[in-house]
Protein backbone atom coordinates (compact mmCIF):
# COMPACT_ATOMS: atom_id res chain seq x y z
CA UNK A 1 0.00 0.00 0.00
CA UNK A 2 1.55 3.64 -1.10
CA UNK A 3 1.03 6.83 1.40
CA UNK A 4 -1.03 8.95 -0.45
CA UNK A 5 -3.62 5.27 -0.78
CA UNK A 6 -2.69 4.21 3.16
CA UNK A 7 -4.23 7.71 3.94
CA UNK A 8 -7.10 8.08 1.95
CA UNK A 9 -7.94 4.80 3.10
CA UNK A 10 -7.61 5.86 6.77
CA UNK A 11 -9.90 8.81 6.18
CA UNK A 12 -12.76 5.95 5.03
CA UNK A 13 -11.68 3.49 8.04
CA UNK A 14 -12.24 6.60 10.45
CA UNK A 15 -15.86 7.89 9.51
CA UNK A 16 -17.68 4.50 9.02
CA UNK A 17 -16.22 3.68 12.83
CA UNK A 18 -18.24 6.39 14.66
CA UNK A 19 -18.75 3.50 17.70
CA UNK A 20 -16.12 0.55 18.99
CA UNK A 21 -18.91 -1.41 17.57
CA UNK A 22 -18.99 0.03 14.12
CA UNK A 23 -14.89 -0.15 14.45
CA UNK A 24 -14.95 -3.70 15.07
CA UNK A 25 -17.66 -4.38 12.24
CA UNK A 26 -15.50 -2.11 9.71
CA UNK A 27 -12.10 -4.80 10.79
CA UNK A 28 -14.45 -8.09 10.49
CA UNK A 29 -15.51 -6.53 6.48
CA UNK A 30 -12.06 -6.06 5.55
CA UNK A 31 -10.84 -9.52 7.50
CA UNK A 32 -13.53 -11.32 5.60
CA UNK A 33 -12.58 -10.09 2.22
CA UNK A 34 -8.67 -11.19 2.94
CA UNK A 35 -9.79 -14.42 3.27
CA UNK A 36 -9.78 -14.42 7.34
CA UNK A 37 -11.74 -17.46 9.16
CA UNK A 38 -14.56 -16.20 11.93
CA UNK A 39 -13.87 -18.03 15.37
CA UNK A 40 -16.91 -18.16 17.59
CA UNK A 41 -15.88 -18.80 20.87
CA UNK A 42 -18.46 -20.87 22.29
CA UNK A 43 -17.66 -23.39 19.50
CA UNK A 44 -14.96 -25.64 19.40
CA UNK A 45 -11.77 -24.39 17.38
CA UNK A 46 -9.14 -26.27 14.74
CA UNK A 47 -6.72 -24.09 13.68
CA UNK A 48 -4.27 -25.03 10.86
CA UNK A 49 -0.82 -24.12 9.87
CA UNK A 50 -0.50 -20.65 7.71
CA UNK A 51 -4.25 -19.59 8.00
CA UNK A 52 -6.16 -16.34 9.24
CA UNK A 53 -9.08 -15.89 12.00
CA UNK A 54 -10.80 -13.57 13.91
CA UNK A 55 -12.38 -13.51 17.19
CA UNK A 56 -15.39 -11.11 18.32
CA UNK A 57 -15.81 -10.67 22.20
CA UNK A 58 -19.32 -8.35 23.03
CA UNK A 59 -19.15 -6.71 19.42
CA UNK A 60 -16.58 -3.83 20.66
CA UNK A 61 -12.93 -5.72 21.08
CA UNK A 62 -11.58 -8.17 18.16
CA UNK A 63 -8.42 -10.55 18.46
CA UNK A 64 -7.35 -11.58 14.57
CA UNK A 65 -4.41 -13.68 14.29
CA UNK A 66 -2.28 -15.75 11.45
CA UNK A 67 -1.37 -19.15 12.36
CA UNK A 68 2.21 -18.84 10.66
CA UNK A 69 4.57 -22.12 9.52
CA UNK A 70 6.53 -22.17 12.16
CA UNK A 71 5.23 -23.95 15.70
CA UNK A 72 4.40 -21.13 17.76
CA UNK A 73 6.17 -22.26 20.89
CA UNK A 74 9.42 -21.79 19.68
CA UNK A 75 8.82 -19.26 16.92
CA UNK A 76 6.86 -16.50 19.15
CA UNK A 77 3.89 -14.02 18.13
CA UNK A 78 4.45 -11.09 16.91
CA UNK A 79 1.79 -8.98 18.68
CA UNK A 80 0.37 -5.53 18.45
CA UNK A 81 -2.30 -3.59 20.35
CA UNK A 82 -4.47 -0.55 20.15
CA UNK A 83 -8.16 -0.05 21.69
CA UNK A 84 -11.56 0.38 19.80
CA UNK A 85 -12.81 3.46 22.34
CA UNK A 86 -12.42 7.21 22.48
CA UNK A 87 -13.62 9.81 25.09
CA UNK A 88 -17.39 10.64 24.07
CA UNK A 89 -20.53 11.38 25.67
CA UNK A 90 -22.69 8.42 25.41
CA UNK A 91 -27.02 7.90 26.37
CA UNK A 92 -28.18 7.29 29.90
CA UNK A 93 -30.69 4.78 29.63
CA UNK A 94 -34.18 7.20 30.89
CA UNK A 95 -32.35 10.04 28.28
CA UNK A 96 -35.26 12.12 27.41
CA UNK A 97 -35.44 15.77 28.65
CA UNK A 98 -38.21 17.86 28.16
CA UNK A 99 -37.88 21.87 28.79
CA UNK A 100 -39.23 24.82 27.02
CA UNK A 101 -40.34 22.93 23.91
CA UNK A 102 -36.88 21.72 23.60
CA UNK A 103 -36.38 17.77 23.05
CA UNK A 104 -33.49 16.55 25.12
CA UNK A 105 -31.13 13.51 25.74
CA UNK A 106 -29.06 13.05 29.51
CA UNK A 107 -25.55 12.07 28.48
CA UNK A 108 -23.18 10.42 30.67
CA UNK A 109 -19.43 11.63 30.29
CA UNK A 110 -17.49 7.98 28.96
CA UNK A 111 -13.43 8.35 29.68
CA UNK A 112 -11.46 11.74 30.13
CA UNK A 113 -13.20 13.76 27.77
CA UNK A 114 -11.93 16.88 26.87
CA UNK A 115 -15.79 18.76 27.00
CA UNK A 116 -14.93 22.46 26.27
CA UNK A 117 -14.49 21.42 22.16
CA UNK A 118 -17.71 19.33 22.24
CA UNK A 119 -20.03 22.84 22.26
CA UNK A 120 -21.78 24.35 18.99
CA UNK A 121 -20.77 20.83 16.92
CA UNK A 122 -23.00 19.27 14.54
CA UNK A 123 -23.40 15.55 16.47
CA UNK A 124 -24.62 12.70 14.96
CA UNK A 125 -25.67 9.24 17.20
CA UNK A 126 -24.83 5.86 16.74
CA UNK A 127 -23.95 2.82 18.51
CA UNK A 128 -25.26 -0.79 19.29
CA UNK A 129 -29.18 -1.61 20.22
CA UNK A 130 -30.63 -4.57 21.20
CA UNK A 131 -34.07 -5.14 20.72
CA UNK A 132 -37.31 -7.94 20.12
CA UNK A 133 -38.03 -8.12 16.79
CA UNK A 134 -41.47 -8.44 14.74
CA UNK A 135 -40.83 -12.49 15.79
CA UNK A 136 -40.01 -11.88 19.13
CA UNK A 137 -36.68 -12.56 18.58
CA UNK A 138 -34.27 -10.75 21.09
CA UNK A 139 -30.83 -9.58 19.02
CA UNK A 140 -28.38 -7.00 18.34
CA UNK A 141 -28.41 -4.50 16.09
CA UNK A 142 -26.12 -1.23 15.27
CA UNK A 143 -27.32 2.26 14.46
CA UNK A 144 -25.94 5.29 12.92
CA UNK A 145 -27.78 8.33 12.07
CA UNK A 146 -25.31 9.56 9.79
CA UNK A 147 -26.14 13.11 10.01
CA UNK A 148 -26.07 15.90 12.16
CA UNK A 149 -29.22 15.36 14.69
CA UNK A 150 -28.12 16.51 18.00
CA UNK A 151 -26.62 20.44 19.52
CA UNK A 152 -25.26 21.30 22.09
CA UNK A 153 -25.16 24.80 22.24
CA UNK A 154 -22.92 27.25 24.06
CA UNK A 155 -24.43 29.95 26.59
CA UNK A 156 -23.87 33.70 24.58
CA UNK A 157 -21.41 35.67 26.08
CA UNK A 158 -23.67 38.07 26.91
CA UNK A 159 -25.35 36.03 29.36
CA UNK A 160 -21.67 34.75 30.98
CA UNK A 161 -19.36 37.64 30.53
CA UNK A 162 -16.68 35.42 32.35
CA UNK A 163 -16.67 32.65 29.80
CA UNK A 164 -13.45 33.23 28.24
CA UNK A 165 -11.97 33.97 31.97
CA UNK A 166 -13.50 31.47 34.54
CA UNK A 167 -15.94 28.86 32.19
CA UNK A 168 -16.57 25.66 33.74
CA UNK A 169 -18.66 22.94 32.58
CA UNK A 170 -21.10 20.92 34.55
CA UNK A 171 -21.07 17.34 33.28
CA UNK A 172 -24.92 17.00 34.29
CA UNK A 173 -26.56 20.39 33.04
CA UNK A 174 -24.55 21.89 30.43
CA UNK A 175 -24.40 18.68 27.93
CA UNK A 176 -27.55 17.07 27.06
CA UNK A 177 -27.95 18.09 23.54
CA UNK A 178 -30.96 19.70 22.24
CA UNK A 179 -32.71 17.32 19.78
CA UNK A 180 -36.00 18.51 17.87
CA UNK A 181 -38.80 21.03 19.70
CA UNK A 182 -41.52 19.55 20.90
CA UNK A 183 -44.82 20.56 22.80
CA UNK A 184 -43.82 20.05 26.39
CA UNK A 185 -46.82 17.60 26.41
CA UNK A 186 -45.46 15.00 23.68
CA UNK A 187 -45.12 11.57 24.75
CA UNK A 188 -42.48 10.65 22.04
CA UNK A 189 -39.93 8.41 23.55
CA UNK A 190 -36.37 8.02 22.24
CA UNK A 191 -37.07 4.44 22.21
CA UNK A 192 -39.29 5.48 19.21
CA UNK A 193 -37.34 7.32 17.53
CA UNK A 194 -34.82 4.61 17.93
CA UNK A 195 -37.37 1.84 16.46
CA UNK A 196 -37.57 4.45 13.43
CA UNK A 197 -34.00 4.78 12.47
CA UNK A 198 -33.02 0.81 12.98
CA UNK A 199 -36.17 0.21 10.31
CA UNK A 200 -35.17 3.10 8.24
CA UNK A 201 -31.48 1.51 8.17
CA UNK A 202 -32.02 -2.36 7.63
CA UNK A 203 -35.33 -2.83 7.53
CA UNK A 204 -35.57 -4.49 10.88
CA UNK A 205 -38.75 -4.14 12.43
CA UNK A 206 -38.62 -3.47 16.11
CA UNK A 207 -41.69 -5.02 18.36
CA UNK A 208 -39.40 -3.35 21.47
CA UNK A 209 -36.41 -1.92 22.37
CA UNK A 210 -34.51 -3.84 24.97
CA UNK A 211 -31.53 -1.92 25.62
CA UNK A 212 -28.88 0.17 24.09
CA UNK A 213 -24.99 1.47 23.80
CA UNK A 214 -24.76 4.55 22.55
CA UNK A 215 -22.86 7.47 21.76
CA UNK A 216 -22.79 10.67 20.14
CA UNK A 217 -19.98 11.59 17.84
CA UNK A 218 -18.43 14.18 15.78
CA UNK A 219 -21.16 14.56 12.44
CA UNK A 220 -17.81 16.78 10.39
CA UNK A 221 -15.94 13.79 8.30
CA UNK A 222 -12.34 13.07 8.64
CA UNK A 223 -10.11 15.57 6.49
CA UNK A 224 -6.68 16.34 6.07
CA UNK A 225 -5.33 19.93 6.93
CA UNK A 226 -2.96 22.54 6.43
CA UNK A 227 -1.36 24.46 2.97
CA UNK A 228 -0.58 21.17 1.76
CA UNK A 229 -2.13 19.03 3.34
CA UNK A 230 0.49 17.74 6.12
CA UNK A 231 -2.15 16.97 8.69
CA UNK A 232 -5.11 15.06 9.12
CA UNK A 233 -8.24 15.91 11.71
CA UNK A 234 -11.13 13.42 12.32
CA UNK A 235 -12.40 12.14 15.57
CA UNK A 236 -11.38 8.93 17.63
CA UNK A 237 -7.80 8.86 15.89
CA UNK A 238 -6.84 8.27 19.70
CA UNK A 239 -7.43 5.01 18.98
CA UNK A 240 -8.71 4.02 16.11
CA UNK A 241 -5.77 5.45 14.39
CA UNK A 242 -3.72 2.51 16.16
CA UNK A 243 -6.53 0.13 14.94
CA UNK A 244 -6.44 0.46 11.73
CA UNK A 245 -2.19 0.54 11.19
CA UNK A 246 -2.27 -2.45 13.53
CA UNK A 247 -5.08 -3.94 10.86
CA UNK A 248 -3.28 -2.99 7.54
CA UNK A 249 -0.09 -3.92 9.06
CA UNK A 250 -1.68 -7.89 9.44
CA UNK A 251 -2.86 -8.01 6.25
CA UNK A 252 -0.06 -6.68 4.72
CA UNK A 253 2.60 -9.32 6.25
CA UNK A 254 3.97 -11.95 4.30
CA UNK A 255 1.34 -14.43 6.94
CA UNK A 256 4.82 -16.84 7.27
CA UNK A 257 5.39 -16.04 10.72
CA UNK A 258 2.50 -16.20 13.61
CA UNK A 259 1.37 -12.17 14.18
CA UNK A 260 -1.85 -10.93 16.01
CA UNK A 261 -3.18 -8.03 16.36
CA UNK A 262 -5.85 -7.10 19.50
CA UNK A 263 -7.95 -4.23 19.86
CA UNK A 264 -9.71 -3.92 23.14
CA UNK A 265 -12.73 -1.75 24.20
CA UNK A 266 -12.83 0.43 27.51
CA UNK A 267 -8.79 1.52 27.87
CA UNK A 268 -10.13 4.74 28.22
CA UNK A 269 -12.09 3.61 31.78
CA UNK A 270 -9.58 1.73 32.75
CA UNK A 271 -9.96 -1.73 30.73
CA UNK A 272 -11.62 -3.52 33.87
CA UNK A 273 -14.20 -5.55 31.66
CA UNK A 274 -14.61 -9.21 30.01
CA UNK A 275 -13.36 -7.64 26.58
CA UNK A 276 -10.86 -4.93 28.23
CA UNK A 277 -7.39 -5.35 28.26
CA UNK A 278 -7.44 -6.28 32.13
CA UNK A 279 -9.67 -9.08 31.33
CA UNK A 280 -9.00 -12.67 29.81
CA UNK A 281 -10.05 -12.02 25.84
CA UNK A 282 -6.57 -12.29 24.99
CA UNK A 283 -4.72 -14.82 27.35
CA UNK A 284 -8.21 -17.05 26.46
CA UNK A 285 -7.40 -16.43 22.34
CA UNK A 286 -3.85 -17.59 22.90
CA UNK A 287 -4.72 -20.55 25.41
CA UNK A 288 -7.13 -22.16 22.85
CA UNK A 289 -4.56 -21.47 20.02
CA UNK A 290 -1.16 -22.41 21.81
CA UNK A 291 -2.39 -25.21 24.08
CA UNK A 292 -0.19 -26.35 26.78
CA UNK A 293 2.94 -24.56 25.15
CA UNK A 294 1.30 -21.13 25.79
CA UNK A 295 3.89 -19.86 28.51
CA UNK A 296 6.55 -21.07 26.19
CA UNK A 297 5.44 -19.18 23.21
CA UNK A 298 5.25 -15.82 24.76
CA UNK A 299 8.61 -16.22 26.37
CA UNK A 300 9.26 -15.85 22.43
CA UNK A 301 7.11 -13.04 21.91
CA UNK A 302 6.65 -9.34 21.77
CA UNK A 303 3.75 -7.28 22.03
CA UNK A 304 4.06 -3.29 20.39
CA UNK A 305 1.25 -1.73 22.11
CA UNK A 306 0.16 0.90 19.67
CA UNK A 307 -1.87 4.56 21.23
CA UNK A 308 -0.84 7.54 20.47
CA UNK A 309 1.36 10.14 21.63
CA UNK A 310 1.36 13.99 23.40
CA UNK A 311 2.96 15.98 19.95
CA UNK A 312 5.09 19.00 21.37
CA UNK A 313 1.66 21.81 20.97
CA UNK A 314 3.81 25.06 19.59
CA UNK A 315 1.85 27.70 22.00
CA UNK A 316 2.35 25.08 25.27
CA UNK A 317 6.18 24.11 24.18
CA UNK A 318 6.91 23.99 28.10
CA UNK A 319 4.52 21.29 29.03
CA UNK A 320 7.00 18.76 27.63
CA UNK A 321 10.51 18.09 28.76
CA UNK A 322 12.61 20.07 26.44
CA UNK A 323 14.48 16.36 25.15
CA UNK A 324 11.90 14.28 24.93
CA UNK A 325 9.43 16.43 22.84
CA UNK A 326 7.70 14.39 19.67
CA UNK A 327 7.33 16.51 16.52
CA UNK A 328 4.58 15.89 14.25
CA UNK A 329 5.33 14.18 10.64
CA UNK A 330 8.97 13.27 12.58
CA UNK A 331 8.14 9.51 12.80
CA UNK A 332 6.32 7.22 15.63
CA UNK A 333 6.95 7.87 19.26
CA UNK A 334 8.80 5.16 21.61
CA UNK A 335 7.20 6.17 25.13
CA UNK A 336 9.31 5.65 28.04
CA UNK A 337 8.35 5.42 31.84
CA UNK A 338 10.48 4.24 34.50
CA UNK A 339 7.30 4.31 36.85
CA UNK A 340 5.60 1.68 34.56
CA UNK A 341 2.38 3.86 33.42
CA UNK A 342 4.41 2.74 29.62
CA UNK A 343 5.77 -1.00 28.95
CA UNK A 344 8.68 -0.03 27.17
CA UNK A 345 11.99 -1.43 28.50
CA UNK A 346 15.31 -0.70 26.41
CA UNK A 347 14.88 -4.73 25.02
CA UNK A 348 11.51 -3.78 23.10
CA UNK A 349 12.67 -0.36 22.82
CA UNK A 350 15.50 -1.88 20.66
CA UNK A 351 13.82 -3.72 18.49
CA UNK A 352 11.91 -0.98 17.11
CA UNK A 353 14.44 1.03 16.85
CA UNK A 354 16.58 -1.61 14.78
CA UNK A 355 14.17 -2.39 12.23
CA UNK A 356 13.25 1.24 11.95
CA UNK A 357 16.69 2.12 11.10
CA UNK A 358 16.80 -1.16 8.84
CA UNK A 359 14.22 0.50 6.62
CA UNK A 360 15.46 3.70 7.05
CA UNK A 361 12.26 5.84 8.86
CA UNK A 362 12.46 7.89 11.84
CA UNK A 363 11.76 7.75 15.10
CA UNK A 364 11.18 9.72 18.44
CA UNK A 365 10.91 8.85 21.72
CA UNK A 366 8.74 10.55 24.72
CA UNK A 367 9.43 10.86 28.80
CA UNK A 368 6.99 13.18 30.75
CA UNK A 369 8.18 16.02 32.42
CA UNK A 370 8.94 15.00 35.59
CA UNK A 371 6.84 17.59 37.40
CA UNK A 372 3.71 15.95 35.44
CA UNK A 373 1.92 12.80 35.86
CA UNK A 374 1.83 10.67 32.99
CA UNK A 375 -0.99 8.57 31.26
CA UNK A 376 -0.86 5.12 30.02
CA UNK A 377 -2.06 2.31 27.77
CA UNK A 378 -3.21 -1.22 27.58
CA UNK A 379 1.03 -1.96 27.26
CA UNK A 380 1.62 -2.58 31.18
CA UNK A 381 -1.82 -4.26 31.29
CA UNK A 382 -1.12 -6.81 28.67
CA UNK A 383 2.64 -7.18 30.18
CA UNK A 384 1.62 -8.07 33.26
CA UNK A 385 -1.19 -10.21 32.33
CA UNK A 386 0.54 -12.01 29.63
CA UNK A 387 4.49 -11.86 30.61
CA UNK A 388 5.35 -10.76 27.64
CA UNK A 389 7.94 -8.05 26.26
CA UNK A 390 6.01 -5.17 25.53
CA UNK A 391 6.83 -1.86 23.76
CA UNK A 392 4.21 1.33 24.00
CA UNK A 393 4.53 3.31 20.95
CA UNK A 394 2.38 5.16 19.11
CA UNK A 395 1.80 8.47 16.46
CA UNK A 396 2.04 12.07 17.65
CA UNK A 397 -0.80 14.26 17.86
CA UNK A 398 -2.63 17.39 18.97
CA UNK A 399 -5.92 17.79 20.72
CA UNK A 400 -5.72 14.24 23.13
CA UNK A 401 -9.25 13.25 24.01
CA UNK A 402 -11.08 16.19 22.21
CA UNK A 403 -13.79 15.70 19.83
CA UNK A 404 -11.82 16.20 17.19
CA UNK A 405 -7.86 15.30 16.98
CA UNK A 406 -4.78 16.16 14.90
CA UNK A 407 -2.04 14.04 13.54
CA UNK A 408 0.83 14.62 10.91
CA UNK A 409 -0.48 12.73 7.76
CA UNK A 410 3.19 11.17 7.47
CA UNK A 411 3.56 9.05 10.99
CA UNK A 412 0.61 6.44 10.49
CA UNK A 413 2.32 5.45 7.44
CA UNK A 414 5.81 5.35 8.82
CA UNK A 415 3.99 3.18 11.63
CA UNK A 416 2.76 0.38 9.37
CA UNK A 417 5.77 -0.35 7.54
CA UNK A 418 7.57 -0.55 10.37
CA UNK A 419 4.81 -2.83 12.33
CA UNK A 420 4.23 -4.68 9.20
CA UNK A 421 8.02 -5.80 9.16
CA UNK A 422 7.93 -6.59 12.50
CA UNK A 423 4.89 -9.46 11.81
CA UNK A 424 7.19 -10.69 8.99
CA UNK A 425 10.35 -10.80 10.71
CA UNK A 426 11.54 -14.85 11.72
CA UNK A 427 13.72 -13.32 14.48
CA UNK A 428 12.32 -11.08 17.06
CA UNK A 429 15.30 -11.08 19.52
Given at each position: ?161 EANSNRTVNAQTDLPPVMMQRPDND ?57 YIGLQALLSASGDEAALLVCNDHEE ?124 IGVPQFGMHSIREMIGAGDGFTLYR ?12
Open positions: MEHAEFNKDLLTFLDASPTPWHGVATMKKRLDAAGFEALDEREDWSLAANRGYYVIRNGSSIVAFRTGQRDVTTAGIRMVGAHTDSPCLKVKPNPELRRKGFFQLGVEVYGGVLLNPWFDRDLSLAGRVTVQDEDGTVRDTLVDFRKPVAFIPSLAIHLDRSTRFTDVLSEQIAAESGLKVRKVLGYELSFYDAQAASFVGLREEFIASARLDNLLSCVGSMSAEGAQGPFLSAVLERWCGAGKARAVAHSMMVSADNAHGVHPNYIDRHDENHGPILNQGPVIKVNHNQRYATNSRSAAVYRHISDELGLPHQTFSVRSDMGCGSTIGPLTAANLGVTTLDVLTEFMQRKAIF
